[in-house]
């Protein structure tokens, strides 16, 4: 959704002193609070007129030329609530903690404009800190779209300002399980390497970035299977996709993450129903399982927890079927095993 604003007319007449100039930046200059790529396309769309007729950008001017501008206001986003169901852990006057579920993306932006996080909370909530920003308001830290798990938003300002500050100084705790391919030979772990833009893709996050900002993940063996392990994730930094990027770069992708690899290792498994069934698996195997942070007005430490889903549940029990009480391979029986 967007803030409403009033058109704007302009009708003007070309001055000896402003003959030979280019009718898009003689608009510029005429209203300097239009830039001249809006200029550009309020020409494009045939809402500049010279003489009655509809000019190109480049057009040169003459004295006595009328020229007339109707110009469409930028829409201003502006979120709005939605009345979509929330699985709270916890809220008081303060804050709300929130278990995402997968799909869901955080707040309002290009390509998701609404039926997020933030468009909930602006339903359920009587208030919402602005923290400056109208799309994210009461935001302090985020979740991919299709990671599930705990997140934090503020009520108040001071709610804001508080976690934020948390969060800057990584004073939050953040624990995830994940779910990667290949057998994680070692128990436990640190990945400790920058993560920035890709430098290719701009879409993608990468550990070869020019300017990565440093990022620090550690890790241990929960649960070992033939073809995936369990880990239990803390992130120390707070950076975009970091756990993905780096757990992919140590040759060990979540389970499901097409983005950043691992899209073709089910091809691993040898029995075709189990296969299929983790291929069906449509996000990547990674939960928000743990947050725990400061209350910002009762100074206490407050610890949260959220169950595996359902959906990530499901998938463990599958890697489980892959092996026998002996620890052999149980594949050759999977078929028969997932019938029971």
């Known amino acids: 959704m967007a803030e409403e604003k009033k058109a704007t007319d302009l009708s003007l007449t070309v001055a000896a002193a402003e003959a030979g100039m280019r ?3 003689f608009l510029a200059q005429a209203d300097p609070s239009f830039s001249r790529s809006q200029i550009k396309g309020a020409i494009e769309k045939g809402d500049v007129r010279v003489n009655g007729r509809v000019p190109k950008a480049g057009l040169l001017l003459k004295e006595g030329d009328k020229v007339k501008l109707h110009m469409e206001p930028a829409r201003v986003p502006v979120a709005v609530a ?5 699985d709270i852990v916890y809220e ?3 804050l709300i903690v929130i278990n995402k579920p997968a799909g869901m993306v955080v707040h309002p932006a290009p390509g998701n404009p609404d039926r997020t996080l933030v468009n909930a909370l602006l339903h359920h909530c009587d208030e919402l800190a602005g923290g400056g920003d109208a799309l994210r308001p009461g935001i302090v830290h ?3 779209k299709e990671t599930s798990g705990l997140i934090v938003a503020a009520k108040t300002e001071q709610a804001h300002r508080h976690l934020g500050a948390q969060f800057e ?3 939050v705790e953040k624990k995830y399980t994940a779910l ?3 057998d994680v030979r070692e128990e436990k772990g640190e990945i400790a390497r920058p993560v920035g833009r890709h430098p290719v893709d701009r879409k993608k996050m990468s550990t070869e970035s020019r300017r990565g900002r440093d990022a620090l993940t550690l890790w241990k063996v929960s649960e070992r299977f033939i073809t995936a392990t369990l880990l239990d994730i803390e992130l120390k930094t707070g950076r975009t996709h970091q756990i993905r990027v780096h757990l992919s770069g140590m040759g ?10 691992g899209a073709s290792r089910f091809l691993l498994i040898k029995d075709t129903k189990l296969r299929a069934q983790i291929k069906a698996f449509s996000r990547q195997a990674l939960h928000a399982a743990a947050l725990s942070f400061v209350h910002p007005e009762k100074g206490e430490r407050m610890v949260f927890h959220a169950p595996l889903p359902d959906d990530i549940k499901r998938l463990v029990e599958l890697f489980r079927l892959t092996v026998s009480p002996t620890g052999k391979s149980g594949l050759q029986t999977i078929g028969d ?4």
């Open 92 to 94: 008081d006057s303060s």
């Open 252 to 261: 060990h992708p979540v389970v499901g993450d097409s983005v950043y690899g």
């Open 337 to 340: 095993r997932l019938k029971a």
């Open 180 to 182: 990667v391919w290949g």
């Open 82 to 86: 939605q009345d979509i169901a929330l």
């Open 169 to 171: 100084k990584r004073d």
């Open 23 to 25: 009718v898009d930046i």
């Open 142 to 144: 985020r979740l991919d």
